[in-house]
T-cell receptor
């Protein structure tokens, strides 16, 4: 069975400082991993995805994530936070068939202090 | 490409009435669609999986007679909340999977529908 843990329910950073949102997963086979962002009362936007290619994945808006199989982690980072980054972030794991479900992490709320 | 739309974006209905939410894949054929609900400040919870032309598979605890899902074509799935009650008020999000669209493991999400039952 697959599962996703997001270690921090809330993260607060100052504008211009680095962002680290942590994600650990559990999967019995090679997973695909995603990070989505959701702004208040909005739908989901894909930030980046890992699908067994390069372990360091670059996404939109300066975000990137590194897949570490030995640590079963897929942490999301950004060198410098912007006010517009304040939102809810979800780490998601999916299986390796077309009809597999995706499993959402509980989410991390990111606040950016001016 | 790979755009999913939902209609309506928000709806208010009276308790006891039924509400239908549409989910459309605009530029691809979606062999599988998923319906989620999201309560305030919570994560998305999968309600059901529907494959075109077959019955939906509901997650444990989701009442299939209350949340009717129809996936009649490769571009349209509908969720009908029957005899809605205030506790059904939530944000409903659909997603679609299509192996020919980029990664076969990626889902494309609609913008969501805010349902408020008074």
């Amino acid at each position: 069975a697959q599962s996703v843990t997001q270690l921090d329910s809330h993260v607060s950073v100052s504008e211009g400082t680095p962002v680290l949102l942590r994600c650990n997963y559990s999967s019995s086979y090679s997973p695909s991993l995603f990070w989505y962002v959701q702004h208040p009362n909005k739908g989901l936007q894909l930030l980046l995805k890992y699908t067994s290619a390069a372990t360091l994945v670059k996404g939109i808006n300066g975000f990137e994530a590194e897949f570490k199989k030995s640590e079963t982690s897929f942490h999301l980072t950004k060198p410098s936070a912007h006010m517009s980054d304040a939102a809810e972030y979800f780490c998601v794991v999916s299986g390796d068939t077309s009809y597999d479900k995706v499993i959402f992490g509980p989410g991390t709320s990111l606040s950016v202090i001016p | 490409g790979a755009v999913v739309s939902q209609h309506p974006s928000w709806v208010i209905c009276k308790s006891g009435t039924s509400v239908k939410i549409e989910c459309r894949s605009l530029d691809f054929q979606a062999t599988t669609m998923f319906w989620y609900r999201q309560f305030p400040k919570q994560s998305l919870m999968l309600m059901a999986t529907s494959n075109e032309g077959s019955k939906a598979t509901y997650e444990q605890g989701v009442e299939k007679d209350k949340f009717l899902i129809n996936h009649a074509s490769l571009t349209l799935s509908t969720l009908t909340v029957t005899s809605a009650h205030p506790e059904d008020s939530s944000f409903y999000i659909c997603s679609a999977k299509a192996p020919e669209q980029g990664s076969p493991y990626e889902q494309y999400f609609g913008p969501g529908t805010r349902l408020t039952v008074t």
